[in-house]
């Protein structure tokens, strides 16, 4: 008994241990940029546009992806094979686009307009006297990003559960401290920082786990075969319906409207590099998303029937099969990982919520006109980033069970308003703040009605689709009858 005991402490310590040097690391980082971060606002959201351009292409991939990535995609592999495909091919063509194009304009203007936050950029570049466009992005932005946040430590919670039998509620509260711990000392530097070193865990693991698993099988030929017995359609690209593949690459649709993504673009020093971060940037992203695909592909081979996997759950195929082939320490190191894919979106979007309220509120809208101190405004930033927090943790108690439907909306709803505004007033002059203020509703009510009227919800296309078209259009309605100021 006593042996066996120990055998478990063993191997807990073991998985545990690469978890702990992990969050050792992150925390260290916060610290590291805690002075830079202290500067002002500027420095604290956006790192006073002095990011570097290989920060800003991992960062910006990295807090795009979330553990959606390592669980949706690889458990969307395990049960349709190849054809998961679709899911990554969407957002890497349309994040490539927008490094390429999006990206330098979006630069431009916000040093042109001394912008450090998108609403910022929309109520400068639109003339937006009254405030009323910045008020509602900022309502917009608050209640998307803490249900964001909140759902990136409800995973947390669930993760320290499913793996060391400690309590959700304490591991959504150890997620959430760390997160608080190294953004609100280092700011956008040591999100962006920490962004890249989870990058690099991400692809690590996602590169140990299949590659192992394939070796482990004994060749690719033999592995091929098993698959094909299970599942005579897993390599048949087309295997999915229409609609459904469609709906799949409008997932892409939603990152132009994410400002976590967007606002890394406000943040590089060298606008002349969006170039380089664009291939850097899709190399990554195509190398995480061959590995996700990978896992879920070859973990069918070793898990035939989702009868197999706990609570016969396809998306628990990541997590199923490092415990099953790797050792304790390397089965830490993917658990490392899906941690990495959560805290790069949580801070990310704590900082942009944190920067509408400091910045767009406070600054631009409670004491417009007014001089305030940098020591002040970090410190009131700081401060926003303890209560967004808070209010995350309180979410995650309440809605546990509808956290999924919440970041869902959030993306659709994100990427439908923002993302049609967001690239319509940069290349289109004729745009109008009316305009924009009339596409935000529109996408996010779209979006809504989509998801819950079984009459259109049947039809099994994405809500994203029809959202983010129908916000185009009405923005450049409005915008023709309406004067831009």
Not at 116 to 128: C, E, G, K, S, V
Request: charged share 10%.
């Amino acid at each position: 008994m006593i042996t066996t005991n120990y055998i478990v402490v063993s191997i807990t310590f073991n998985k545990l241990l690469p978890v702990v040097l992990y969050f050792i690391i992150i925390a260290a980082i916060g610290i590291y940029s805690a002075r830079f971060s202290s500067k002002g606002v500027s420095e604290f959201f956006i790192g006073g546009r002095q990011m570097g351009r290989f920060v800003v292409a991992l960062s910006a991939v990295a807090s795009g992806r979330s553990a959606w990535l390592l669980i949706g995609v690889s458990g969307l592999a395990y049960l349709q094979g190849i054809s998961a495909i679709w899911a990554v091919a969407g957002y890497i063509i349309v994040e490539f686009l927008l490094f390429l194009f999006l990206a330098p304009r979006l630069r431009y203007y916000s040093e042109k307009y001394d912008c450090i936050t998108l609403p910022d950029f929309f109520a400068m570049h639109l003339n937006d006297k009254k405030g009323y466009l910045r008020i509602f992005l900022i309502v917009v932005f608050v209640i998307f990003m803490v249900t964001y946040v909140s759902s990136q430590i409800m995973a947390g919670g669930k993760s320290f559960y499913t793996h060391f039998q400690i309590s959700e509620n304490t591991g959504l509260i150890i997620t959430a401290f760390v997160i608080l711990l190294y953004t609100i000392t280092g700011g956008f530097l040591a999100v962006s920082l920490t962004d890249v070193f989870q990058a690099f865990v991400i692809l690590l693991a996602l590169t140990i786990l299949p590659l192992f698993a394939i070796i482990d099988f004994g060749s690719i030929g033999s592995l091929i075969k098993s698959l094909q017995e299970i599942d005579p359609k897993f390599f048949d690209l087309f295997r999915m319906p229409g609609l459904t593949i469609i709906g799949l690459l409008a997932i892409g649709l939603g990152s132009p409207g994410n400002p976590h993504i967007a606002i890394r673009y406000m943040s590089i020093k060298d606008p002349s590099q969006f170039k380089w971060t664009a291939i850097v940037g899709t190399i990554w992203n195509v190398l995480m998303a061959i590995g996700a695909i990978l896992t879920g592909i070859v973990g069918r081979a070793y898990f035939p029937m989702k009868d197999l996997l706990p609570n016969a759950d396809n998306e628990n195929i990541y997590i199923s099969l490092s415990n099953l082939l790797l050792s304790p320490f390397f089965a830490g190191i993917i658990l490392s990982s899906l941690f990495a894919a959560i805290m790069s979106t949580a801070d990310s979007q704590l900082l942009v919520a944190a920067s509408s309220i400091v910045r767009d509120f406070y600054q631009k809208i409670l004491l417009k006109d007014k001089i305030i101190e940098n020591k002040k405004l970090t410190r009131l930033s700081r401060i926003s980033v303890f209560i967004i927090i808070m209010l995350s943790i309180m979410l995650a108690f309440m809605i546990k069970e509808q956290i999924l439907w919440f970041v869902l909306f959030a993306w659709g709803g994100l990427g439908a308003s923002i993302g049609p505004a967001l690239i319509l007033s940069i290349f289109w002059k004729k745009t109008t703040y009316q305009g924009v203020i009339a596409g935000l509703v529109t996408g996010t009510l779209v979006v809504f009605i989509w998801k819950n009227l079984p009459v259109f919800k049947n039809t099994g296309l994405y809500e994203l689709i029809p959202a983010f078209f129908l916000s185009t259009a009405v923005i450049v309605i409005v915008s023709f009858f309406t004067k831009r100021n």
